[in-house]
């Protein structure tokens, strides 16, 4: 159903670009997974913090909210990379099943760090449970995780 | 024995062999390389972000030194456990490597950087401005050159999956050979 679609984004200019450069794909890509570093400390900085580790003697509040434009910034910076990487073998992706365990990891992880960890994070340290700052924190590292693994694993298929 | 001889002894051996073949065992390995990389690159940006004053200025720098270093550590153990195993299913490849051997003294480079800063004027003087938002000169320039140079080693780390100046791939220039420590004489000219 949307194999078309695939097949008219590999064909197009952008995508075609960086297949015909020796560079280009490289390139990006390593920016890609420095951006990876960057997001991956905004994120596992705060998560530390929910399970109890790291930071402890600051308010979560105030770790996420220092956090914030960081996970933002590299998170933009992944997509505005991804996404030509992508273009440039989108035919690989739709048929590669690490690619679609990467996207939709990657809508739940958005969804789930901009509603509910957003909440959590930036309330009074009083508001909730440690119980539920150790479920947030977990699910936050397993998601993000589950992103960066099938991301990975796109190169070896 | 030279250090090309001893790669080539350690690719015929039967773990190298049995790595490089493996049908999952490197991706893991090399997927546990990437994951470990967020916590222990991320942890590090974030103690280099703060040593440049743009981030985390309400956390004094001892705390982040005290309660996100030991994570740093212990991760950048993962790292060169993994690297290393990366670095065994693959060795001779490698060793010539331009990528790898830029990514090896780069390395170096940040240890010392490390170095200079842990035991430099700047940091033993860690009290007296430990809890400022806006840091010294010191700290802020031993930042910005732990910064570069990270990027510089991811950078370098994921170009060494490219062959462009292996001493098996096409000449590319004299000075690259020389950086790749490539011996041509007996190789038959394509």
Known sequence: MLLPYFQAIENGAIGATIRDSLWLFPFVEAFHLVALAVIGGAVLLVDFRLLGLGLKRHPVAELAWDAQPWLLGSLIFMIASGVPLFMSEAIKCYYSFAFWVKMTSLALAIIFTFTIRRRVTLADDTRFSPAVYRAVGTISILLWSTVGWGGRWIGFS | ?190
């Open chain 2, 1 to 190: 024995m030279s250090l090309h001889n001893l790669m080539q002894w350690m690719a015929d051996t039967k773990w190298s062999v049995g790595l490089h073949e493996s049908r999952y065992a490197y991706s893991i390995i090399e997927s546990v390389h990437v994951w470990t990389l967020c916590l222990f690159v991320g942890f590090a940006v974030l103690l280099d972000l703060r040593l440049l004053g743009v981030t985390l200025k309400r956390v004094p720098v001892s705390q982040i030194v005290t309660r996100l270093l030991p994570w740093t550590k212990a991760s950048f153990v993962v790292m060169v456990i993994s690297g290393v195993l990366l670095f065994y299913a693959i060795p001779l490849r490698t060793y010539h490597n331009v990528f790898f051997r830029a990514k090896a003294v780069l390395l170096l480079l940040a240890a010392l950087n490390a170095w200079l800063f842990h035991d430099g004027r700047v940091y033993q003087g860690l009290a007296e401005w430990d809890s400022a938002p806006a840091t010294p000169r010191g700290a802020k320039l031993a930042g910005a050159f732990s910064l570069a140079l990270w990027v510089a080693i991811v950078f370098s780390g994921r170009m060494i999956a490219y062959n462009w100046f292996d001493c098996e791939s096409p000449q590319k220039s004299a000075f690259m050979d020389t950086i790749a420590g490539c011996d041509r004489t007996n190789q038959e000219v394509p």
